[in-house]
C-alpha cells in the first residue's frame, strides 16, 4: 500500500465541502489521519478566505487512481474547471506525495506547493513532522521552521458534524 499526503482547500461554502471531501475520501481509501484545519487568506488573488488541512492515508490505488478520484470528488461538488488558475474554490483535492515518488506525469510529485505554500507545509508539520520530503531531504518540521512565514494562516476550531 503506498502512503500518501492530500491537501483539501475550500473557500466556497467550505465547511460543507470540508465535511464532504471527508466523508468521500474515507469511503474511497478508509482510516485517515486528518490535521487541523486553517484559515488563510487567498492567494494570487481577491477572494473570500479559504480552509485548507492535509489527510494521510494508505491506498492500493496508483497515482492515476489518485487523481481519477478526486477530480470526481471535486467534479461532485461543482468545481468548476473552466476559470482562471487562482480563482474561489468549492473544492481543491492535491495529491502531494505518494510514497516517496518523484515524479512529473500524470502529475507533479511531490508538489511544489509543500514547500511554497504555509498553508500546505503548517499542516503537514502538524501532521508528518518526522516525515521526509522526498526532494530536499528535510523533514516536513524542518521545512517549516526554515519557513519565511509572510503568509498569513491560522488554525480554526472546525465542527466535523453538520449540526
Known sequence: MAFILISIGSNIEREQHIRAAIRELQQALGALHISSVYESEAVGFDGDPFYNLVVAAHTDLTVEGCVELFKAIEDQHGRKRNVARFSGRTLDLDLLTYDQLICKEPVE???????????VLWPLAELVPEHIHPQTGLTYRQLWQQYP?????????FSWSET
Open 109 to 119: 510529485l511531490p508538489r511544489d506547493e509543500i514547500t511554497k505554500n504555509a498553508f
Open 149 to 157: 512565514k509572510q503568509q498569513k494562516l491560522w488554525t480554526v476550531p
